[in-house]
């Protein structure tokens, strides 16, 4: 069965930083790339980022290039973001999933972004 975990949520004030953390079982982790989405309220899903699986190539949407860091462990089965210089507007549930949205979709974790 596939579960992914996703951690590493809280409440930071603007220009902090939060590393999330998503582990995944079930499913043969290095054979995808991975991508990190976000869904804000009152909002859709965001596409954020997205890493290949061999963990070489990444892109970021525009509003977090430069800000965000996807990155990878195949050996772990774990995905991670790292997120610097936080915006209020990043405030959102982070879920991660596969870039064809292919599997189950975890609890996500809140990210909230205010002072």
């Known amino acids: 069965q596939v579960q992914l975990v996703e951690s590493g949520g809280d409440l930071v004030q603007p220009g902090g930083s939060l590393r999330l953390v998503c582990v995944v079982s079930?499913?043969?982790?290095?054979?995808?790339?991975m991508s990190w989405y976000r869904q804000a309220p009152g909002k859709g899903l965001e596409l954020v980022a997205t890493?290949?699986?061999?963990?070489?190539?990444?892109a970021y949407v525009d509003s977090v290039k430069g800000r965000f860091t996807i990155s990878r462990d195949n050996a772990k089965n774990t995905l991670y973001l790292q997120m610097n210089s936080l915006k209020p507007e990043d405030t959102a549930v982070y879920y991660c999933?596969?870039?064809?949205?292919?599997?189950?979709w975890g609890q996500g974790t809140q990210v909230t972004v205010s002072s």
């Open positions: 999933n596969t870039i064809s949205q292919s599997l189950a």
């Open positions: 079930g499913f043969t982790f290095s054979s995808k790339a």
């Open positions: 890493i290949t699986n061999n963990g070489v190539s990444s």
